[in-house]
C-alpha cells in the first residue's frame, strides 16, 4: 500500500491550501483515513479523518470550521482543503489509513497501518 501526499506549500496567514493523499496498491478499500500533522519540536497531532463508507468526518477542535476532509471513491484520493490557514498550522502533514477504526480510536495515530510521507506546510504571519 501506497500513500502519495500533495498539495503542501507556502502561504501567508489567512490563505488557503488543498493537500491530497492517493492510496495505491489496494486490496480492500480501507475503512477510514486521515490526516495528522507534526511541526518542529511537537508531537504529531490527528488532524482530520474521514470512514470511507458513509463519509462521517470527524475533526481536531483546532481546526474545526477552517479545514473540510472529503473523499473521492473512484480515486481512492482523500482531500484536506484548508482555509483561514494560521501561523501555527505550520507543519508536516501526514495521510494515513486504517482498515479497522472505528468511532472510539480514529482520532488516534495507532489505528493507523499505513503512512504517507508527509508534505510541508508553511503559514507565514
Known amino acids: 500500500v501506497q500513500l502519495q501526499a500533495s498539495g503542501g506549500g507556502s502561504v501567508q496567514a489567512g490563505g488557503s491550501l488543498r493537500l491530497s493523499c492517493a492510496a495505491s496498491?489496494?486490496?480492500?478499500?480501507?475503512?477510514?483515513m486521515a490526516w495528522f500533522r507534526q511541526a518542529p519540536g511537537k508531537a504529531r497531532e490527528f488532524v482530520a479523518a474521514?470512514?470511507?463508507?458513509?463519509?462521517?468526518?470527524y475533526y481536531a477542535d483546532s481546526v474545526k470550521g477552517r479545514i473540510t476532509i472529503s473523499r473521492e471513491n473512484a480515486k481512492n484520493t482523500v482531500y484536506l482543503q484548508m482555509n483561514n490557514l494560521k501561523p501555527e498550522d505550520t507543519a508536516v502533514y501526514y495521510c494515513?489509513?486504517?482498515?479497522?477504526?472505528?468511532?472510539?480510536?480514529?482520532?488516534?495515530?495507532?489505528?493507523?497501518?499505513?503512512w504517507g510521507r508527509g508534505t510541508q506546510v508553511t503559514v507565514s504571519s
Open positions: 474521514i470512514k470511507w463508507n458513509g463519509g462521517s468526518t
Open positions: 494515513a489509513s486504517s482498515s479497522g477504526a472505528i468511532t472510539s480510536t480514529i482520532r488516534l495515530s495507532q489505528t493507523y497501518g499505513y
Open positions: 496498491g489496494l486490496t480492500n478499500r480501507p475503512n477510514a
